[in-house]
């Protein structure tokens, strides 16, 4: 069973195109983190969030976390090339003794095509 | 500059034949890890290390094994592996891996194929 389950798993859109991507789960979430993989690279963080009802922007990125803390959404706005690459969603479950470790959705391939 | 290093970045080898995958961060963080990624899994948690001389096992430790003797290294060992450890492996370091937020640093990956 997949602790975070990420939609849509591929996307494929025009360049100027706005998109929102979706992490949901059936467990709380301390808090829910979003990272980019560009081919042949690790992930990189790009944002934290950590209270419920959070929305964060990171320029064309908008980061949502669900008030219940169980979900999250990215939404970016006029996507650009540069913009393609793997978005994960992570997060650590908000239970005892699973707080070690950072569980992994499985990911949305998005491509931008100018 | 912060990074975490990990070495080879490619590894061709056969089946049953020992190797290690090494793994540095120049952070002073307390947490590592190793994940296996593979397509349709996504990312999936190896063994991690909450300090030196503490490992513990994730989600997938059959045939892997780790060792934490000092805070910057973390090498994952394949004693005999076999096709089904092809896979890109990520080796990862946070300051902990408690508190909420906590940033996780990842290596460029090692692309590894057993034949």
Not at chain 1, 57 to 73: E, I, N, P, V
Not at chain 2, 28 to 45: C, I, T
Request: proline fraction near 5%.
């Amino acid at each position: 069973t997949q602790l975070l389950e990420q939609s849509p798993q591929f996307l494929s859109i025009q360049e100027g195109e706005n998109l929102t991507v979706y992490c949901n789960s059936s467990s709380v979430f301390s808090s829910l983190q979003w990272y980019r993989q560009e081919p042949g690279e690790g992930p990189v963080l790009l944002v934290t969030v950590v209270t419920g009802g959070e929305v964060k922007k990171l320029k064309r990125l908008t980061f949502q976390f669900g008030d219940a803390r169980k979900d999250s959404s990215l939404h970016i706005t006029a996507a650009q090339p540069g913009d393609t690459g793997l978005y994960l969603c992570a997060g650590r479950p908000n239970s005892g003794g699973s707080n070690y470790k950072l569980t992994f959705g499985k990911g949305t391939l998005l491509t931008v095509n100018p | 500059e912060a990074q975490v290093t990990q070495n080879p970045r490619y590894l061709i080898t056969v089946t049953g034949k020992k190797l290690t995958v090494t793994c540095s961060q120049n952070m002073n963080h307390e947490y590592m890890s190793w994940y296996r990624q593979d397509p349709g899994l996504g990312l999936r948690q190896i063994y991690y290390s909450m300090n030196v001389e503490v490992t513990d096992k994730g989600d997938v430790p059959e045939g892997y094994k780790v060792s934490r003797k000092e805070k910057r290294n973390f090498p994952l060992i394949l004693e005999s592996p076999s096709p089904n450890q092809t896979s890109l492996y990520f080796c990862a370091s946070s300051l902990d891996g408690v508190r909420a937020g906590t940033e996780a640093f990842f290596g460029q990956g090692t692309r590894l194929t057993v034949v």
